[in-house]
């Protein structure tokens, strides 16, 4: 497990640990051999439109993006939610995406958790080991408008972890809501110990710090980190075995994770 410093000095090191987790047979396996300036694994891209209609980002826009930025492989997260998008961007083009380029995209799937789905868990767990069959390797961008603990959330954590496959969530004041604190974070994880999370977002990030606001779960953190960081707490006082960070953007990068 990454502590804090670990992680914010050694960011690459964050992402190979996630593709530990992501139990990619033969992820590293080609590059021993073949492309070794390529040392970077994005582990949050999306493809298609997001808020602005003329901008698409497309299967192609992406791997050059990624070529330009000596990036060898990126996760492709669908927004199935209401409020993570303004244009929805479906597992099946994330999987479909994966199938055309599997040595470049990684794809995840997802499912808004207010969907239509017969037989509660169990019915999620069809649903998302089908997709795991079809390549996807994990599940998010989990951006949904409740809760974070609510009961139809916990179902799909649940549902996750019987999969077992790692669940890469975002956490703000509309989308996955918490508390200073990250209580119901905590809660979500204490229950479902085997399940790996991936944390993103700008409720995720202001939680480094301490002595926080409620309105400060609802941007990216601004002021002096204080003492006391949910982020610095809940990993150590989980049963999980595993909790990672997704990348921190703001600081060095060239364009915004949503
Ligand atoms: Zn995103």
Not at 68 to 93: M, N
Not at 225 to 235: L, N, T
Not at 237 to 243: D, I, K, L, R
Request: charged share 20%; hydrophobic share 40%; with cysteine.
């Amino acid at each position: 497990m990454l502590n804090r410093r670990q992680f914010l000095s050694h960011t690459a090191a964050g992402t190979a640990s996630l593709a530990g987790m992501l139990t990619l047979p033969g992820l590293y396996a080609a590059e021993t051999t073949a492309k070794p300036a390529s040392k970077y694994i994005d582990v949050h891209t999306h493809i298609g439109r997001y808020t602005d209609p003329t901008k698409e980002l497309t299967v192609d826009g992406l791997l050059s993006w990624m070529d330009e930025h000596d990036v060898e492989k990126a996760v492709v997260l669908p927004l199935t939610s209401p409020e993570s998008t303004t244009f929805l961007q479906l597992t099946d083009v994330a999987l479909a995406a994966g199938k055309a380029h599997p040595d470049r995209l990684i794809p995840f799937c997802s499912i808004d958790p207010r969907q239509m789905v017969g037989g509660g868990v169990k019915g999620l767990v069809k649903i998302i080991q089908a997709w795991v069959d079809q390549g996807a390797k994990g599940f998010g961008e989990h951006k949904v408008g409740l809760d974070f603990d609510d009961p139809l959330m916990m179902r799909v954590y649940e549902a996750c972890q019987q999969v077992g496959i790692p669940l890469l969530f975002h956490i703000d004041n509309i989308r996955g809501k918490d508390v200073p604190g990250l209580k119901r974070l905590e809660h979500a994880v204490s229950t479902f110990p085997e399940l790996n999370f991936i944390g993103h977002g700008p409720g995720w990030w202001a939680s480094i710090s301490g002595g926080l606001e409620q309105k400060d779960l609802g941007g990216y953190p601004k002021g002096k980190v204080q003492p006391g960081g949910a982020i610095d707490r809940i990993p150590h006082s989980s049963t999980g075995p595993h909790f990672v960070w997704d990348r921190l953007f703001g600081a060095g990068t060239t364009r915004s994770a949503v």
